[in-house]
């Protein structure tokens, strides 16, 4: 009997095995029969079945599955069975057992399954943090991390693992429980899990201009803002920047990263703003000895190192300088004033608004909105959670906080997961789909009636913000919704109209923008996307207006403008 057995690819981890003899009572010596049998369990009969389960299983996959228990029984002759031939049955039995468990599917109980050992690790980190790991049959291995606090029993789990910290976190699908490990953790536990996360990030300083625009486009969704928080703070901008560039080159990430957080300690400790900018402007000459007078006049400490990043990352430039401290050292949810500008990875979202009012969004909205305790907040929080659906699940712990999608959907407050889920689950998503379909025949409905599991899987936020779970009719009317949009917006892409939102979105909507918002319109320069040539022949870099933005124009310029 086997229990708590662990396969991955063709390899078996028996965690106990347990045998049960049953023998004639006249049968001489009989535990001289146990050892024997026991000696051929350890060693043939799990050589055996090891080798077996290679030809009954895919060896390049990388799935682990647990099976709590496999029960078998079988007779051998206690007086002349042949240990070769026992052990080959024995082994072919347990194997068949496995395949048998495997075949039928995981079970959610007594059969489980992860995609891989970085998902099985995730799943414990994350229900150490919960502190309801113990109470599961299926971490066995990590029985010795028990006795330590929670904090160091993770960073123990994800150092001692062979993959990089990153990619077991980034394997945590929701970003409330990613959010909660990282409550858990210690700063010093965080900084060891951050330097070996970091170990092959070559730390070449002249790369690190690249991934300070970056870090600067996501800051304000994926930061705490708080001087106690540098390593988790580091760790937060890790997941989300190998959320969103998973293949480039990490040169100088680390560098970028520790610099930036770094900085943003240094210009809370000013207490000034006029410091600040004064510091800045000679950080980004190069001025070390007038940096550090200043740093002295406000009791600040002093680090020529941060001198010579900001002057890099400035290339000398004293405005981006004090763009740069502007992004970093802002409270989050502060609403976009009057000229202010700032980076986004998320600008092109703008590119969709001719799409929502294309088709009645607006009207749509409205109705959804109407069974809502206040419904023109509800408003506004919807058409942001439709954005973040188009933009795709992928990106959703990023573009749920992004400044650039608050400001498109007019969402001139920052809500809680709380409130939006309030407002999701009061919202009636079946007023909204009969709106966008009223007067329309059936052959021109905007609105598609199926979704393929790729586009289901694209458009879903359920599964990074649980709070946000709407009901399972409800999900699939708001994700229809939100495939209309980006389709709508496909249409007037020649050539593009059958493809697939993510394609969409890295070809036309991903990079590098910027957004100033002025009085009486909004100034979006967009990315320069993969197929920007197609926007400029489509005619996208254009202005236009938008119903929920009354009175204010939406400029849409091109990256060279």
């Known amino acids: 009997m086997s229990e708590a057995s ?31 049998l026991d000696r051929l369990v350890e060693g043939e009969v799990v050589q055996n079945c090891t080798r077996y389960l290679e030809q009954l299983l895919d060896d390049s996959d990388p799935s682990i599955w647990l ?56 799943q414990w980190v994350s229900d150490a ?14 029985l010795s991390l028990s006795v330590l606090p929670v904090s160091a029993a993770i960073a123990e789990a994800l150092l001692r693992e062979q993959q990089s910290p990153a990619e077991i976190l980034l394997a945590i699908p929701s970003h409330s429980k990613r959010e909660a490990i990282l409550a858990a953790l210690t700063e010093r536990d965080a900084e060891r899990i951050w330097r070996r996360a970091m170990e092959a990030s070559p730390r070449r300083e002249q790369w690190s201009r690249n991934w300070v625009s970056k870090l600067l486009a996501i800051w304000r969704g994926a930061v705490t803002g708080r001087a106690d928080q540098h390593y988790r703070d580091a760790l937060r901008l890790l997941a989300a920047v190998k959320k ?16 930036l957080i770094e900085f943003r300690q240094m210009a809370q400790s000013f207490h000034s703003p006029d410091a600040i900018r004064r510091w800045l402007r000679a950080a980004a000459r190069g001025d070390k000895a007038s940096c550090e007078a200043i740093a002295m006049e ?23 300088a004090e763009f740069v401290a502007q992004t970093i050292t802002g409270r989050d949810g502060v609403p976009i004033q009057a000229g202010e500008s700032f980076l986004t990875e998320l600008g092109g979202v703008f590119l969709l608004g001719p799409a929502f009012e294309r088709i009645r969004l607006h009207d749509a909205i409205a109705a959804a909105a109407g069974s809502c305790e206040e419904p023109r907040r509800a408003e506004s929080v919807l058409r942001h959670l439709l954005a973040v659906r188009c933009i795709g699940r992928g990106r959703a712990s990023m573009s749920i906080s992004d400044p650039a999608m608050r400001a498109f959907a007019n969402l001139d407050f920052v809500p809680s997961l709380a409130e939006m889920a309030g407002i999701l689950h009061a919202a009636d998503a079946g007023a909204a789909l009969r709106m966008l379909q009223a007067e329309r025949p059936e052959d021109e409905s905007l609105v598609p009636e ?31 919704i939100a495939l209309a949009i980006v ?7 020649t050539g593009f109209a059958q493809s697939s939102p993510e394609y969409i979105f890295r070809n036309f909507l991903a990079g590098t923008g910027s957004v100033r918002r002025a009085a009486d319109r909004i100034e979006v320069r967009l990315p320069q996307s993969p197929l920007e040539v197609v926007l400029r022949i489509s005619g996208a870099y254009r202005s236009y207006t938008l119903p929920w933005h009354p009175g204010v124009e939406i400029w849409l310029r091109a990256p060279s403008d």
């Open 6 to 36: 662990n396969q991955s690819g063709s390899s078996l981890q028996i965690d106990r095995w347990r045998n049960l003899y049953c023998v004639p009572s006249d049968l001489p010596r009989p535990e001289e029969v146990q050892h024997r």
């Open 67 to 122: 099976i709590r228990e496999i029960a078998l029984d079988f007779a051998v002759d206690a007086n002349a069975f042949e240990a070769q031939r026992t052990a080959a049955i024995w082994a072919d039995q347990l194997a068949r057992g496995v395949r048998e468990a495997i075949g039928r599917g995981a079970n959610g109980s007594s059969v489980l399954r992860f995609a891989n050992r970085a998902e099985y690790v995730a």
């Open 487 to 493: 389709r709508q917006f496909a249409r007037q892409l």
């Open 244 to 259: 969103e560039w998973e293949r480039e080159d990490a040169t100088g990430l680390e560098t970028a990263i520790d610099a």
């Open 450 to 480: 199926d979704l393929s599991q790729e586009e289901r899987k694209y458009l879903s936020i359920g599964d990074v913000f649980p709070e946000l779970a709407a009901d399972s009719d409800a999900d699939i009317i708001w994700s229809r």
């Open 298 to 320: 406000y009791s600040v400490p002093h680090r020529d190192a941060l001198v010579e990043f900001v002057a890099m990352a400035s290339d000398g430039d004293c405005a981006w």
């Open 129 to 142: 943090a919960a502190g309801c790991a113990g109470e599961k049959w299926y971490y066995g291995e990590f």
